[in-house]
């Protein structure tokens, strides 16, 4: 991985860095104030050895005195000393209470060392301190003059008495806040790297492109508005909805240039991923060229067509297919120019036998012939065949994937599902991609800069329609 993909990282997973920041952060402070406090006592020993009157025998007898204090201090942690020290008190603790709260340290390059105690009371603080200075004289005392009247070779003498301690030593609230700070820190990268490299979901133009072997053809970029009205206000001012769809409708030209698509499926891996607000979109962005639109709602499993436009779903499609009702006595014509609707109709129990009829087949063909576009609405490829059934009767199928959601190898599969049955792709469109923040500008062009993408003026400024591929002779109004 290179920097800017940690910098990407980063920059796309903030919230779970910044949430195990604050995490570190607050655990170490609630750490911090449950923790009993601690205090720490210590009192010093010299150690003296009888030496000579000259400076040799002085230095000499210094030296000694600096290896003694090496093992006076291993003395002070013992059993013995820490029990004697114990019983001196008459308190009731046993020696490894104390393991690791007694401290015997050298001052460097001195003869002089200190025993210190860590305790939660600082007056028990200060007495074990002494108790146990003054226990190691002692048994020094013994050690070092093994025959009675004989003049001991070194002596400890307590220099300094412990004092009582007047703040704690632990906890230290500061150093634990920033030591959670750091840790929840590194811990929310290394979540974030780990999340990222088990993200296995589309989230670039170049996987999709990759991954579908098909160019991407448009971006849609997630709007709350979708949620309450599938269809966007095209005219209702600067929309970047709208803009998407436009873009998309330009780049719709670029498609088999020869025999430029007309009737095409729009289809996904799985259900969910934005296809009929996707269809109805790019029917009202074709009709807004102004070309003439057939919207057909071809999903017979979960028809949604007529609920988005407010227009009646109860007959339709099916009822066509099934021979009871003529293309013209269930066509309906919507709240917007120029595009016309044909719903689901009541749910078939065999949705793929009837796409795949040469009644379905007539109907488009039909369709075709009465209207500049037909933008069909299918059913997701993964789950079940009516979609790929549908795409060989079209000029071609747009591949929906939704950004962050769809997988990588929902994408292989379900493109791989049309090629099989030998439908034409015609391309992907990501749909419901960032809105916000850096990931935005990256799906705000499917084009080089430098490559001459031909835009269609809004209709503000439109003198004339736009210039969409439209069957050879066929005069559009
Ligand atoms: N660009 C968008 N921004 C925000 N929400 C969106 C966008 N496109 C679609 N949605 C929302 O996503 C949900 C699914 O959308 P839609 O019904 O178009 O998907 P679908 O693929 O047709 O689903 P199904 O497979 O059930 O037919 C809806 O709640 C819709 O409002
Ligand atoms: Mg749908």
Do not use: C
């Not at 003059?145 to 301690?165: N, Y």
């Amino acid at each position: 991985m290179e920097v800017q993909d940690y910098l990407r990282i980063v920059q796309s997973r903030w919230r779970i860095i910044a949430l195990a920041t604050i995490v570190g952060l607050l655990a170490a402070l609630a750490a911090s104030l449950v923790a009993t406090p601690m205090y720490q006592a210590s009192s010093r020993l010299f150690v003296s050895t009888a030496s000579g009157a000259s400076v040799n025998e002085a230095y000499q007898g210094n030296l000694f005195s600096q290896q003694r204090v090496a093992s006076y201090t291993k003395l002070a942690t013992g059993a013995d000393v820490l029990q004697d020290a114990i019983d001196s008190r008459g308190l009731d603790l046993t020696p490894s209470d104390l393991n690791g709260r007694v401290k015997a340290t050298p001052v460097p390059d001195t003869v002089l060392f200190d025993i210190s105690v860590l305790d939660a009371k600082p007056e028990l603080a200060r007495d074990l301190a002494d108790a146990i200075a003054a226990q190691l004289v002692v048994k020094i005392e013994g050690l070092e003059a093994p025959a009675a009247g004989v003049e001991p070779v070194a002596r400890a003498t307590v220099v300094e008495a412990a004092k009582t301690p007047t703040s704690a030593v632990s906890p230290n609230t500061k150093r634990n806040v920033a030591l959670g700070f750091v840790v929840g820190l590194l811990a929310g990268i290394a979540l974030a790297i780990l999340r990222d490299r088990l993200d296995n979901t589309v989230k670039s133009r170049e996987t999709l492109d990759e991954l579908a072997g098909v160019g991407l053809v448009g971006t849609v970029p997630f709007d709350k508005d979708r949620e309450a009205k599938a269809a966007i206000a095209f005219h209702d001012g600067y929309s970047g909805s709208a803009e998407a769809f436009r873009e998309l409708r330009t780049n719709l030209q670029f498609l088999e240039v020869d025999n430029p698509p007309r009737v095409l499926a729009i289809t996904s891996s799985l259900p969910g991923e934005g296809k009929t607000t996707t269809a109805i979109n790019l029917s009202l962005a074709i009709a807004e060229a102004g070309y003439s639109v057939a919207l057909v709602d071809a999903d017979l499993r979960r028809p949604r067509v007529a609920k988005y436009l407010d227009l009646i779903g109860s007959v339709g499609l099916s009822t066509v297919l099934a021979g009871q009702a003529d293309l013209d006595d269930v066509l309906q014509s919507s709240s917007y120019p120029n595009v016309s609707v044909l719903a689901s109709g009541p749910l078939p129990p065999n949705p793929s036998e009837l796409l795949g009829s040469t009644h379905a087949e007539k109907l488009i063909a039909d369709l075709r012939e009465r209207f500049d576009f037909v933008v069909i609405d299918a059913s997701p490829l993964l789950p079940v065949t009516d979609a790929a059934v549908l795409a060989v009767k079209v000029d071609g199928a747009l591949v929906v994937v939704k950004h962050g959601q769809t997988k990588k190898e929902q994408v292989t599969r379900a493109v791989g599902n049309l090629r099989s049955v030998g439908a034409t792709v015609l391309g992907t469109i990501l749909t419901m991609t960032p809105s916000k923040g850096k990931g935005a500008y990256e799906y705000s062009y499917y084009y080089d800069s430098d490559a001459p993408v031909q835009k269609i003026e809004s209709p503000a400024t439109q003198v004339s329609p736009a210039p969409l591929p439209v069957q050879a002779g066929k005069q559009v109004q």
